[in-house]
Nanobody
Framework: QLQLVESGGGSVKAGGSLRLSCVASGSTYCMGWFRQAPGKEREGVATIYTNVNKSYYAASVKGRFTISRDYSRNTVYLQMNTLKPEDTAMYYC?????????????????WGQGTQVSVSS
């Protein structure tokens, strides 16, 4: 059973930055993040593949967020810049151990406990 542990959430003002981290307990096919705001559906944010140098983003965060990973530490990062109040949500690290990668559809097989991101105007 893959375990994912997130860290790095917090509260910032609009225009600020935060970096989220997630450590996986084992190997993965892809990793990434989805988020869920109160009263809203889950939204895939970004994903990165393990064996292929490819990453994908939701249109709502493209150009502001950057996903990266440290293979030696089984860790994925989400650098979030120019944050907006509408980015406020619980952010969950997500992963698959085999294809298909469903992180961007927010329906992956594994996810963590979540870390809160709050952006004030």
């Amino acid at each position: 059973q893959l375990q994912l542990v997130e860290s790095g959430g917090g509260s910032v003002k609009a225009g600020g930055s935060l970096r989220l981290s997630c450590v996986a307990s084992g190997s993965t096919y892809c990793m990434g993040w989805f988020r869920q705001a109160p009263g809203k559906e889950r939204e895939g944010v970004a994903t990165i593949y393990t064996n292929v140098n490819k990453s994908y983003y939701a249109a709502s965060v493209k150009g502001r967020f950057t996903i990266s990973r440290d293979y030696s530490r089984n860790t994925v990062y989400l650098q979030m810049n120019t944050l907006k109040p509408e980015d406020t949500a619980m952010y969950y690290c997500a992963a698959e151990t085999d294809l298909p990668c469903r992180v961007l559809s927010a329906s992956s097989q594994y996810w963590g406990q979540g870390t809160q991101v709050s952006v004030s105007s």
